[in-house]
C-alpha cells in the first residue's frame, strides 16, 4: 500500500459533480460484486449522471457546506472521497466512495482519517454510518468508533397491491393529517432527540424549502409523527412504535396519488411490526445496509430510514 502516489486535499464545491460520478461508478461496482444487478448490466451513461447531478445539485451542495467532504486525486484526477455531515452532535459518513481500480489500496482508511478526523470519539459526540452489509466495509468502518446497531433492508411494493393494505392501516388509525411545514418543527426536532438521539432540524428546513413533501400526523394539538413521501419515501416516524404502520401507510397512499410506479421502503431490523403490516402487499427485499452507529439509536422501532441514502 502506498498512499505517496496520491494527493489529498479539502473538496470544494466546484469539484462535486467528478464526485458524484464517483458514487455512481463505485456503488454500480459493488451492486455488480455482491450480485444486486446481473454483472452484465451496462454502466450508467454520463449523460444520465449528470440528469442525477441536476436532480441532487441542490441537496449535494447543503451536505457540502454542513460538514467536512476530503478527496483523493491521481493524476490530478479525483479518485475517491468521503464526507461527514454534521447534525448537532451526530457526525454521519454519508458516502465514502472508491473508484473502482483504485480499490484496496488504503485510501478509504485515509480519507475516514481526514473526515472523521480522529478514530478517538470526541467528548458527547455521536458517530453514524449506512455501510455496505460487506465484512470488509464493516470492518472498515468498526475501526473509526461504531459497530453495528440495526440491519436495514430495503423493499419495494407495487401500487396495486399496497393501496388497499395501506387504506386499511390508515382507517384503523385515529391520526390526522396535515402537511408538514415549518412550524412543526420545534415538535419534529422533540421527535428526532427521542428516535434518534439527536436534533437534525436544519436538514428539516433545507428539506421543505427544497420542495420535499411530508405529512404531519396530529392526535388532537399534538404531533405524533412525520411521514416525507416524495421525491423519495422516508424518513418516517413517531413517538409511538404502534403508529408506525399507519405512518407510513398515510405517506404510501399520497406517494400513490403521483404516480404508478413501484415504491422503494428503507425498513430496517428494529420494526418488525411494520414489515408484518406490509406483508399482504407482497413485499420484495431488494438490498441489505448495516446501520452502524457509536452508540445505541433509542427509537427504531419506530423508524424508517430515507430514501436516497445520503441521510438516516
Known sequence: MNLQQFTFRPATLDDE???????????????RRTGRVDPKTPEMTSQAIDAIWARLANFIRFLHENGVTWLAEANGAPVAYARVAAWGHARQLTEAMVLPGYQDQGLGAALLERTFGSRAL??????????????????????????????????????????????????????????????HLDAVAEIDRAVLGFDRRILHEFWLRDGRQALALMRGNRLEGYCYYSPGFGPATCRQAADLPATVAV???????????PIRIAGQSGTPHLWRALQP?????????????????PGLDRYVLSDPDYTL
Do not use: C, W
Open 281 to 297: 402487499a407482497g413485499p420484495r427485499i431488494t438490498g441489505l445496509v448495516a446501520l452502524m452507529a457509536s452508540d445505541t439509536l
Open 122 to 183: 470526541q467528548t458527547g459526540e455521536l458517530r453514524v454510518i449506512r455501510a455496505n452489509a460487506t465484512l470488509q466495509a464493516v470492518g472498515l468502518y468498526s475501526r473509526f468508533g461504531v459497530s453495528p446497531v440495526a440491519m436495514e433492508y430495503s423493499y419495494t411494493v407495487d401500487p396495486d397491491a399496497v393501496a388497499p393494505v395501506a387504506l386499511a392501516l390508515a382507517q384503523s388509525s385515529d391520526l390526522k393529517l396535515q402537511p408538514l411545514d415549518q412550524d
Open 251 to 261: 405517506g404510501l397512499l399520497e406517494r400513490l396519488k403521483g404516480g404508478t410506479r
Open 17 to 31: 459533480p467528478a464526485l458524484l460520478h464517483i458514487d455512481i461508478r463505485a456503488s454500480e461496482d459493488v451492486d
